[in-house]
């Protein structure tokens, strides 16, 4: 445990060193992975989009049928407990919710206690190059389970998937089921096709990120056309720009995909207009947005 840093977090209310904190070998989210997650950012000490990211933790629990173990002002009261605990401004809470503890069994168990672990670290946006150049991602096929509307902790497939990535030296992997844009490992994907902002509908084979109706907002705030559709892999490396979302890296630009430049004319391989009004859109909406 002494190579583990004393950060602080929770765990099950009590507020503690990090390499300080255990739990049951028999808890089912180390046994099954029966639990879910939220990773909610913080910009000058305060929560970037609570309520949403506290609404889409009540629909996880709830798909899971997992009881909800507090309050939204509970959450918040803890949260900002272990905020104030680590001297950083831009942080990333991260909030599990497991089952609890049990003996070994698939059926789930009645009248158990959830464990709840919170922690938080130091935000690590993306670089000023990543910016400024863009990013390279690789595709794949879509091999995780059926049910990616849950923020599950049970995470291999995206493990799986994250590492090809990493293995070719591109940041992320964007994922197609049946030749159809679902979303890449840890990220929520985006296509600009003639100046309109383009995602994946909302399914049970997409997580729907919390900066989808964020970028909804943005995109009406700067005029731009927004629309959930069906996107064909096709659509996706025919695209004008293409973008990833997530609580880490914001919005960013991918402006190499499977090694060959993103985008057409003069802007190919670099990022697009409708990225640069994002981007500014959201550092805005970072202040005006945190409780």
Same mark, same amino acid.
């Given at each position: 445990m002494t190579s583990l840093p004393e950060t602080p977090c929770l765990?099950?209310?009590?507020?503690?060193?990090?390499?300080?904190?255990?739990v049951s070998v028999l808890d089912r989210g180390f046994i099954f992975g029966d639990g879910a997650y939220e990773v909610v950012?913080?910009? #000058?000490?305060?929560?970037?989009?609570?309520? +949403?990211?506290?609404?889409?933790?009540?629909?996880?629990?709830?798909k899971l049928r997992?009881?909800?173990?507090?309050?939204r002002d509970e959450w918040l009261r803890q949260a900002r407990t272990l905020v104030a605990a680590l001297p950083a401004p831009d942080q990333a809470v991260y909030l599990q919710v497991t089952r609890g503890v049990?003996?070994?069994?698939?059926?789930m168990p009645e009248g158990i206690a959830p464990t709840v672990f919170m922690m938080t670290n130091p935000m690590k946006p993306p670089s000023a190059e990543q910016r400024h150049l863009g990013v390279a991602c690789i595709t794949a096929r879509d091999f995780r389970w059926e049910r990616g509307d849950i923020k599950s902790v049970s995470l291999l497939g995206n493990v799986l998937a994250r590492q090809m990535s990493a293995d070719r030296g591109a940041l992320e992997t964007i994922m197609f089921r049946g030749g159809w844009l679902t979303e890449a490992? #840890?990220?929520?994907?985006?296509?600009?096709? +003639?100046?309109?902002?383009?995602?994946?509908p909302r399914s049970e084979h997409v997580l729907e990120g919390i900066r989808y109706?964020?970028?909804?907002?943005?995109?009406?705030?700067?005029?731009?056309?927004y629309n959930l559709r069906p996107i064909s892999e096709d659509d996706v490396r025919s695209a004008d720009e293409l973008m990833i979302s997530s609580a880490s890296k914001e919005v960013l630009p991918v402006t190499r995909l499977d090694e060959h430049p993103v985008g057409h004319g003069t802007l190919r391989g670099k990022p697009g207009p409708i990225y640069a009004r994002l981007y500014d859109a959201y550092q805005r909406a970072k202040r005006t947005q945190s409780i």
């Open positions: 765990l099950n209310g009590q507020l503690l060193p990090l390499n300080q904190a255990k950012p913080v910009y #000058g000490g305060r929560l970037f989009r609570f309520d +949403e990211h506290m609404a889409r933790l009540a629909r996880s629990l709830d997992i009881a909800n173990p507090h309050s049990a003996l070994r069994d698939h059926v490992s #840890g990220s929520n994907v985006w296509v600009v096709h +003639e100046g309109a902002v383009l995602g994946p109706e964020l970028l909804r907002e943005l995109c009406e705030e700067e005029g731009i056309a």
